[in-house]
């Protein structure tokens, strides 16, 4: 089945500087990979999103790369702030059918002012 | 809110006693998933279903068993709960390979 290894674990940036988080998948055929933001005591909801046949998307201060040679996606947070903290998860599907996605073991950010 | 709810969303239960959490949905998605949530683990999938009737595990389906009849309701069942199956559970909806929406999660803890 597909793997998604995520790095790294914990990132602490300072408020209005650039964080980036790195996600490797191993099955090629994998096609669609979210990224969600969960907040503490919350429920993950999805950021940002990309499909294998786009290689860059940005939403605002968000933006996702993806490298399909080399299997690996990154989130981009430019111009960070205080309510950028969260834990990240990246995920992928993989080829098989009925859309379960796989995910990382997720990134806690932490923007000190 | 967000058309899919979870409940209970706290349970304390003790060793060995049966323990169903129900997850249900008003946006009509043919997918649902339960997952759990534990520290250096991220979200793993439990078992997830396709259509009424139609499910599969996950990675982590041992001690776990889910039923799905009506479009709406999914139920995850621990038959015998265990210390290990103290965490937060996360049900998840989607349509397709738009992303998923989750549920507000069920904190259980086993003593």
């Known amino acids: 089945g597909e793997n998604v290894e995520q790095h790294p674990s914990t990132l602490s940036v300072q408020e209005g500087d650039s964080a980036v988080i790195k996600c490797t998948y191993s099955?090629?055929?994998?096609?669609?990979f979210p990224w969600y933001k969960q907040e503490l005591g919350k429920r993950p909801q999805l950021i940002i999103d990309i499909r294998s046949n786009v290689g860059e998307k940005k939403d605002q201060r968000i933006a996702v790369t993806l490298n399909k040679t080399a299997k690996h996606f990154s989130l981009h947070i430019t111009e960070t702030q205080p309510e950028d903290s969260a834990v990240y998860f990246c995920?992928?599907?993989?080829?098989?059918?009925?859309?379960?996605?796989?995910f990382g073991t997720g990134t806690r950010l932490t923007i000190i002012p | 809110d967000a058309g899919i709810t979870q409940s209970p969303r706290h349970k304390v239960t003790e060793t060995g006693t049966p323990v169903t959490l129900r997850c249900h949905q008003t946006?009509?998605?043919?997918?649902m998933y339960w997952y759990r949530q534990d520290p250096g683990h991220g979200l793993r999938l439990i078992h997830y279903s396709y259509g009424v009737k139609d499910t599969d595990k996950g990675e982590v389906s041992d001690g776990y068993s889910v039923s799905r009849s009506k479009t709406e309701d999914f139920l995850l069942t621990l038959e015998s709960a265990t210390s290990s199956q103290t965490s937060v559970y996360f049900c998840?909806?989607?349509?397709?390979?738009?992303?998923?929406?989750f549920g507000s999660g069920t904190r259980l803890t086993v003593v």
């Open positions: 099955d090629s055929a994998s096609n669609y």
């Open positions: 946006e009509n998605h043919r997918y």
């Open positions: 998840a909806i989607s349509l397709d390979t738009a992303g998923y929406t």
């Open positions: 995920a992928a599907i993989p080829s098989g059918g009925n859309e379960k996605l796989t």
